[in-house]
């Protein structure tokens, strides 16, 4: 059975950091790109970065990059996401997702992360 179970989401104040797990089960992990992706209420789902099976990284929105970082720890089936810096705008449902080849596609449940003074 295939699970993405995201954690490390919370409530954290403007300039602060969160580091978000992703554990994963049921699917050859280390061969699936990994990806976060977050949404704020009444706004569309975003990708904020992936990084691929062999480690390559991209992180898709300006506005993260320099504060997002994603990795991945194959051995123990997880994929990280670093967030420093954090402003109000960042406040969203983080969600996890595993894809291969564009076929395979499973997502986590998501973690609320809330910037807020």
């Known amino acids: 059975q295939v699970q993405l179970v995201e954690s490390g989401g919370g409530l954290v104040q403007p300039g602060g950091s969160l580091r978000l797990s992703c554990a994963a089960a049921?699917?050859?992990?280390?061969?699936?790109?990994m990806s976060w992706y977050r949404q704020a209420p009444g706004k569309e789902r975003e990708l904020v970065a992936v990084?691929?099976?062999?480690?390559?990284?991209?992180s898709d929105a300006d506005s993260m990059k320099g504060r997002f970082t994603i990795s991945r720890d194959n051995a123990k089936n997880t994929v990280y996401l670093q967030m420093n810096n954090l402003k109000p705008d960042d406040t969203a449902v983080y969600y996890c997702?595993?894809?291969?080849?564009?076929?395979?596609?499973?997502w986590g449940q998501g973690t609320q992360v809330t910037v807020s003074s």
């Open positions: 997702n595993a894809n291969k080849l564009g076929k395979y596609d499973y």
């Open positions: 049921g699917f050859t992990f280390s061969s699936y790109a």
């Open positions: 990084i691929t099976s062999t480690r390559s990284r991209t």
